[in-house]
């Protein structure tokens, strides 16, 4: 029902004439819940084509006539139509001012700044004055919104939004919001003096709102600003203003930010550059730093000189820590960035390069070498943390000399027991904290405790701190303690030990005996469930979650919930630790804790039954994540295993030794996340595979699997290799009719030339139809359907355009396949897909509404990877339907998910749209220099771009060429050398 405010211009305009037509009482409501029962006598509802928006009530003085019920019905039906056409009116209205203004920030749309500048054009070409343009641009606001958040960021543009506005001073002036984190001003009948006045003010005025921003070296916000004047001549268009704004708004990015730019004017003033605050990546540290302040000062300066330091000392005496607060110091200090690798899991034979590239986050491609790694972080001023060296530190220094004689600008901070003993090391002896602030975190850690120490006792804690050699982590260790034990007692019991270990161990060095005795104390102090879940818990290896430990520690004597219980103590004892991890709490122990800890375990004679226990777990965790893996979202999914990765490899090891049944069944189940992630985390496991291959009397089964698990992991990587194990196994499979095996490596055998050459072997197609059959024959719908989507990528990669209705064909097949189960979530791909189909076949109206479902599912199933790609895919249809404010949105989305979800191949793939974008918007220049660094990229990758991408990205490069003419070959290897930081301002200025 309409409002009350609805009737209100209608009724005035009846009311009075229902009064003398019917000399009655009449009443408006607005709804049935609003009539009286008490003397009605006629209720009449107001109808008007089709819709009931109240009724009227009339009270007469007698018994209504036939005459009175006919005026009244005339009467209803004219107030029904007032209100429904006032409603419609009002409608109208709302969606006009819908229309053309922003919804986030209030201001003008983009379409209402084309109709304004449209107009405004006319007018200055008729009267001859001159029209003015102010572009602005929020300096590093994509970095904003990572520091931040959307909700921050969305805040932060309408408070830029309205400072910005306030700055214009006629009614005449308008301010519109032109995409993204662009804005612009039209300012009718000024001068470019005129207009560099208010982009002056503008920026002052942005200033002045102070909002804080981490990502600038400015600490706040800022605006880069481009103006433009002209006096338009006949048979320009409106499009010459633009591009001269556009141009200025680019000088004024290159002239370092913060400041306007215009024909013949610089600004000069405090440049903005971006600060790299790598959140996440250097671990949380919640607890204070004490001491070393002078050590961590000395350490940020050498950076700037050494490119390699190595901080060494003995276990536990605060070298990560030191580590951590140096490279957060560098941060404030320039360092553009800054990454941690935990190398404590590392084995002797593993390769470093896919770990390091992997705990970058996805910010750098594939590697295959650590000078890859080197290149990739070149222009960001990177620092390396390198932590727990020590146990692989002949692999460590080759990394090293590789990645430091590469031409870069990186730095290597390592932590290790030892030196790496590699040219150009500087070595740093990381030295015990002296008395006073071994005190202080003593004090600070006891009242993290609970244990708040009184005054007057600090007597008793320096020969504490003293006793403890001031090693961080005994002091660690002991604090706790100080909540059920006085100081006095605790300096009692700690003499006593100590003195014990000393007598028995005169030849270890005074520190190490220390260390030793603190944990030996710790463990000693603990009741029999305590230390028996603190050894057993050392069999893990990169963490675990509590569900782990109550399967791997609980014993006849011990129940899960006694291990539960356990756990949570051992973390309050800081002999554990524990971290949010998703919906799971992960916990996790130091390698130093963990070292001693596996002592113990090998001490008790238990150890090989935990081992067991450990890989039964791990193989029963594998076939649950299998079942799984058609339920749950593929991004969560992908994420429990990898978290895993790990643990995994030290259980199916376990299960090779033994040449357990059950191995080549678990490898086979890995084989999903092999394929989809094994090329960045499973490199390890390929090299442990590799090794048992070499024995000649293996179980054909389980070497099959084998190399299908090597296959899947090496699809992206090396093909040759890929098509050699897969092919043997391959045969195996075929011989044992295993339907899924079969599929498996049929789908590594595809995808691997695709993967990395992008080309589709056609013969494949009726291989992989048949497999569909199979295995619909056998159930396996959903590895069905995954397959039935590979046929439709093939068909689609033909450059056959007869061939694009079958593959549309397959994509809607897949779609019916995973209806039928229930399961839409998983329709999101496939639909994806389908519009890139229906884009090759020229209709793209029905491409963007296919990419706009795929990301509307994918995001609801929360595969955010996938949901990014398909963004992408509606950046690129958009710009070809000429919708560029929504091809922009779309390709900034697309690039901050990928590069959340580490697919940094897909990021790259980015700026090809960009240049293609860039292209379409007239800049030449701007398109040569993304594409070459686009093909740098894949190069360094050694990948290739898909047969249908490679198609359009030729087309672009010719059309490049003889448009640029000799000026595309400078500018497309300046774009080859391009950072990824640098590559994506200019991105942004597109």
Same mark, same amino acid.
């Given at each position: 029902?309409?409002?009350?405010?609805?009737?209100?211009?209608?009724?005035?305009?009846?009311?009075?004439?229902?009064?003398?037509?019917?000399?009655?009482?009449?009443?408006?409501?607005?709804?049935?819940?609003?009539?009286?029962?008490?003397?009605?006598?006629?209720?009449?509802?107001?109808?008007?084509?089709?819709?009931?928006?109240?009724?009227?009530?009339?009270?007469?003085?007698?018994?209504?006539?036939?005459?009175?019920?006919?005026?009244?019905?005339?009467?209803?039906?004219?107030?029904?139509?007032?209100?429904?056409?006032?409603?419609?009116?009002?409608?109208?209205?709302?969606?006009?001012?819908?229309?053309?203004?922003?919804?986030?920030?209030?201001?003008?749309?983009?379409?209402?700044?084309?109709?304004?500048?449209?107009?405004?054009?006319?007018?200055?070409?008729?009267?001859?004055?001159?029209?003015?343009?102010?572009?602005?641009?929020?300096?590093?606001?994509?970095?904003?919104?990572?520091?931040?958040?959307?909700?921050?960021?969305?805040?932060?543009?309408?408070?830029?939004?309205?400072?910005?506005?306030?700055?214009?001073?006629?009614?005449?002036?308008?301010?519109?919001?032109?995409?993204?984190?662009?804005?612009?001003?039209?300012?009718?009948?000024?001068?470019?003096?005129?207009?560099?006045?208010?982009?002056?003010?503008?920026?002052?005025?942005?200033?002045?709102?102070?909002?804080?921003?981490?990502?600038?070296?400015?600490?706040?916000?800022?605006?880069?600003?481009?103006?433009?004047?002209?006096?338009?001549?006949?048979?320009?268009?409106?499009?010459?203003?633009?591009?001269?704004?556009?141009?200025?708004?680019?000088?004024?990015?290159?002239?370092?930010?913060?400041?306007?730019?215009?024909?013949?004017?610089?600004?000069?003033?405090?440049?903005?550059?971006?600060?790299?605050?790598?959140?996440?990546?250097?671990?949380?540290?919640?607890?204070?730093?004490?001491?070393?302040?002078?050590?961590?000062?000395?350490?940020?300066?050498?950076?700037?000189?050494?490119?390699?330091?190595?901080?060494?000392?003995?276990?536990?005496?605060?070298?990560?820590?030191?580590?951590?607060?140096?490279?957060?110091?560098?941060?404030?200090?320039?360092?553009?960035?800054?990454?941690?690798?935990?190398?404590?899991?590392?084995?002797?034979?593993?390769?470093?390069?896919?770990?390091?590239?992997?705990?970058?986050?996805?910010?750098?491609?594939?590697?295959?070498?650590?000078?890859?790694?080197?290149?990739?972080?070149?222009?960001?001023?990177?620092?390396?943390?390198?932590?727990?060296?020590?146990?692989?530190?002949?692999?460590?220094?080759?990394?090293?000399?590789?990645?430091?004689?590469?031409?870069?600008?990186?730095?290597?901070?390592?932590?290790?027991?030892?030196?790496?003993?590699?040219?150009?090391?500087?070595?740093?002896?990381?030295?015990?904290?002296?008395?006073?602030?071994?005190?202080?975190?003593?004090?600070?850690?006891?009242?993290?405790?609970?244990?708040?120490?009184?005054?007057?006792?600090?007597?008793?804690?320096?020969?504490?701190?003293?006793?403890?050699?001031?090693?961080?982590?005994?002091?660690?260790?002991?604090?706790?303690?100080?909540?059920?034990?006085?100081?006095?007692?605790?300096?009692?019991?700690?003499?006593?030990?100590?003195?014990?270990?000393?007598?028995?161990?005169?030849?270890?060095?005074?520190?190490?005996?220390? $260390? #030793? *005795?603190?944990? &030996?104390?710790?463990?000693? !102090?603990?009741?029999? =469930?305590?230390?028996?879940?603190? +050894? %057993?818990?050392?069999?893990?290896?990169?963490?675990?979650?509590?569900?782990?430990?109550?399967?791997?520690?609980?014993?006849?004597?011990?129940?899960?919930?006694?291990?539960?219980?356990?756990?949570?103590?051992?973390?309050?004892?800081?002999?554990?630790?524990?971290?949010?991890?998703?919906?799971?709490?992960?916990?996790?122990?130091?390698?130093?804790?963990?070292?001693?800890?596996?002592?113990?375990?090998?001490?008790?004679?238990?150890?090989?039954?935990?081992?067991?226990?450990?890989?039964?777990?791990?193989?029963?965790?594998?076939?649950?994540?299998?079942?799984?893996?058609?339920?749950?979202?593929?991004?969560?999914? $992908? #994420? *429990?295993?990898? &978290?895993?990765?790990?643990? !995994?490899?030290?259980? =199916?090891?376990?299960?090779?030794? +033994? %040449?357990?049944?059950?191995?080549?069944?678990?490898?086979?189940?890995?084989?999903?996340?092999?394929?989809?992630?094994?090329?960045?985390?499973?490199?390890?496991?390929?090299?442990?595979?590799?090794?048992?291959?070499?024995?000649?009397?293996?179980?054909?089964?389980?070497?099959?699997?084998?190399?299908?698990?090597?296959?899947?992991?090496?699809?992206?990587?090396?093909?040759?290799?890929?098509?050699?194990?897969?092919?043997?196994?391959?045969?195996?499979?075929?011989?044992?009719?295993?339907?899924?095996?079969?599929?498996?490596?049929?789908?590594?055998?595809?995808?691997?030339?695709?993967?990395?050459?992008?080309?589709?072997?056609? *013969?494949?197609?009726?291989?992989?139809?048949? !497999?569909?059959?199979?295995?619909?024959?056998?159930?396996?719908?959903?590895?069905?359907?995954?397959?039935?989507?590979?046929?439709?990528?093939?068909?689609?990669?033909?450059?056959?355009?007869?061939?694009?209705?079958?593959?549309?064909?397959?994509?809607?097949?897949?779609?019916?396949?995973?209806?039928?189960?229930?399961?839409?979530?998983?329709?999101?791909?496939?639909?994806?897909?389908?519009?890139?189909?229906?884009?090759?076949?020229?209709?793209?109206?029905?491409?963007?509404?296919?990419?706009?479902?795929?990301?509307?599912?994918?995001?609801?199933?929360?595969?955010?990877?996938?949901?990014?790609?398909?963004?992408?895919?509606?950046?690129?249809?958009?710009?070809?339907?000429?919708?560029?404010?929504?091809?922009?949105?779309?390709?900034?989305?697309?690039?901050?998910?990928?590069?959340?979800?580490?697919?940094?191949?897909?990021?790259?793939?980015?700026?090809?749209?960009?240049?293609?974008?860039?292209?379409?918007?007239?800049?030449?220049?701007?398109?040569?220099?993304?594409?070459?660094?686009?093909?740098?990229?894949?190069?360094?990758?050694?990948?290739?771009?898909?047969?249908?991408?490679?198609?359009?990205?030729?087309?672009?490069?010719?059309?490049?060429?003889?448009?640029?003419?000799?000026?595309?070959?400078?500018?497309?290897?300046?774009?080859?050398?391009?950072?990824?930081?640098?590559?994506?301002?200019?991105?942004?200025?597109?």
């Amino acid at each position: 029902m309409a409002s009350i405010s609805a009737f209100d211009d209608a009724w005035a305009a009846a009311c009075r004439a229902a009064r003398e037509l019917l000399h009655a009482e009449i009443e408006l409501v607005a709804s049935d819940a609003d009539i009286r029962e008490a003397d009605l006598h006629v209720v009449l509802p107001l109808r008007f084509a089709g819709q009931s928006v109240g009724a009227i009530l009339a009270h007469f003085s007698g018994e209504p006539t036939l005459d009175d019920r006919a005026a009244l019905e005339s009467v209803a039906l004219l107030v029904a139509a007032r209100v429904v056409d006032n409603e419609r009116r009002r409608e109208a209205e709302r969606y006009e001012r819908l229309a053309t203004s922003d919804a986030l920030t209030g201001v003008a749309n983009r379409r209402s700044f084309d109709e304004v500048l449209a107009r405004e054009w006319s007018r200055a070409m008729r009267t001859r004055e001159p029209l003015a343009l102010v572009l602005l641009d929020v300096d590093f606001f994509k970095a904003y919104n990572d520091a931040y958040g959307h909700t921050a960021g969305d805040t932060c543009l309408q408070r830029v939004a309205r400072a910005a506005a306030s700055a214009l001073a006629r009614s005449s002036d308008s301010f519109a919001r032109y995409g993204g984190e662009e804005f612009v001003a039209i300012l009718p009948g000024t001068s470019l003096a005129g207009a560099i006045a208010v982009a002056e003010s503008m920026r002052t005025a942005i200033a002045r709102t102070a909002i804080p921003h981490d990502g600038s070296s400015l600490r706040r916000v800022s605006i880069s600003l481009g103006c433009a004047a002209v006096i338009p001549e006949v048979g320009e268009a409106p499009a010459t203003l633009l591009e001269h704004a556009d141009r200025a708004l680019y000088a004024a990015k290159a002239g370092g930010r913060n400041r306007a730019a215009a024909d013949g004017y610089a600004a000069e003033g405090e440049p903005a550059s971006p600060r790299y605050v790598v959140r996440g990546s250097l671990p949380a540290t919640r607890a204070s730093f004490f001491g070393r302040a002078t050590e961590r000062e000395e350490l940020v300066h050498a950076l700037e000189r050494q490119p390699l330091i190595s901080l060494v000392g003995p276990g536990g005496v605060g070298k990560t820590r030191l580590a951590i607060e140096v490279a957060s110091a560098a941060l404030d200090r320039g360092v553009g960035s800054a990454w941690f690798v935990d190398l404590a899991t590392a084995q002797p034979h593993d390769d470093l390069v896919p770990i390091v590239a992997s705990a970058l986050r996805g910010h750098v491609p594939l590697c295959r070498s650590a000078a890859d790694v080197a290149i990739n972080l070149r222009g960001r001023k990177a620092l390396l943390v390198l932590d727990n060296c020590e146990h692989i530190k002949e692999r460590v220094a080759a990394f090293v000399d590789e990645a430091l004689s590469s031409e870069s600008d990186l730095r290597i901070l390592a932590t290790s027991r030892e030196a790496l003993e590699t040219p150009g090391e500087c070595v740093f002896r990381v030295a015990p904290l002296p008395i006073v602030d071994a005190i202080r975190l003593l004090h600070d850690r006891a009242a993290l405790a609970g244990a708040p120490i009184r005054q007057g006792d600090d007597a008793v804690l320096a020969p504490i701190a003293e006793r403890l050699d001031g090693i961080p982590l005994a002091i660690e260790l002991v604090a706790p303690r100080l909540a059920t034990m006085t100081p006095q007692e605790l300096a009692t019991g700690l003499e006593q030990r100590l003195g014990v270990v000393q007598a028995a161990n005169r030849r270890m060095p005074s520190r190490q005996q220390t $260390l #030793r *005795a603190t944990f &030996e104390w710790s463990y000693r !102090l603990l009741d029999d =469930v305590e230390a028996t879940v603190f +050894r %057993r818990c050392a069999i893990f290896n990169g963490g675990f979650t509590v569900d782990a430990a109550r399967a791997v520690c609980a014993s006849n004597e011990i129940s899960g919930a006694d291990v539960e219980g356990a756990v949570g103590r051992l973390v309050a004892k800081s002999l554990l630790a524990s971290a949010d991890s998703g919906a799971t709490t992960r916990i996790s122990m130091l390698e130093t804790t963990r070292s001693f800890a596996m002592h113990l375990l090998n001490d008790s004679g238990e150890v090989g039954r935990i081992a067991e226990l450990h890989a039964r777990y791990f193989e029963a965790f594998v076939r649950r994540s299998h079942d799984e893996r058609i339920r749950m979202p593929m991004t969560r999914w $992908l #994420r *429990a295993i990898g &978290e895993e990765r790990s643990n !995994l490899r030290a259980s =199916v090891l376990w299960l090779l030794d +033994r %040449r357990d049944e059950g191995t080549a069944a678990t490898i086979e189940r890995l084989c999903y996340w092999y394929y989809e992630r094994g090329s960045l985390y499973g490199v390890e496991h390929a090299q442990a595979f590799r090794s048992a291959l070499e024995d000649e009397t293996l179980d054909p089964h389980l070497r099959a699997a084998l190399q299908l698990g090597i296959a899947s992991i090496l699809r992206r990587i090396d093909a040759r290799a890929v098509r050699e194990l897969a092919a043997e196994a391959l045969l195996f499979y075929v011989r044992c009719a295993d339907v899924r095996a079969i599929a498996l490596t049929r789908r590594v055998l595809a995808f691997t030339e695709f993967a990395t050459e992008g080309r589709i072997d056609p *013969a494949l197609e009726p291989v992989l139809a048949a !497999l569909v059959e199979e295995l619909t024959v056998a159930g396996e719908m959903t590895l069905a359907a995954d397959i039935l989507n590979n046929v439709g990528i093939l068909r689609t990669q033909l450059l056959d355009d007869a061939r694009l209705p079958d593959a549309l064909a397959a994509f809607d097949g897949v779609i019916e396949i995973l209806e039928a189960r229930g399961d839409e979530d998983r329709c999101g791909l496939p639909s994806g897909n389908s519009g890139d189909v229906a884009f090759y076949l020229g209709d793209v109206a029905t491409a963007i509404v296919r990419a706009r479902r795929a990301i509307a599912l994918l995001e609801q199933a929360e595969e955010t990877w996938l949901a990014g790609l398909q963004h992408l895919n509606l950046g690129h249809f958009s710009m070809w339907a000429g919708d560029f404010e929504t091809s922009r949105v779309s390709l900034q989305r697309a690039f901050e998910g990928l590069q959340a979800q580490h697919e940094s191949l897909g990021a790259v793939s980015v700026f090809d749209k960009v240049a293609q974008l860039a292209r379409l918007c007239a800049k030449p220049d701007a398109a040569a220099l993304l594409l070459g660094f686009a093909d740098a990229a894949y190069r360094r990758a050694g990948l290739k771009r898909q047969q249908r991408e490679a198609h359009y990205i030729e087309a672009m490069r010719e059309d490049l060429a003889v448009t640029l003419g000799s000026e595309y070959a400078a500018l497309y290897d300046r774009g080859g050398r391009l950072s990824r930081d640098k590559a994506r301002a200019i991105a942004d200025a597109v």
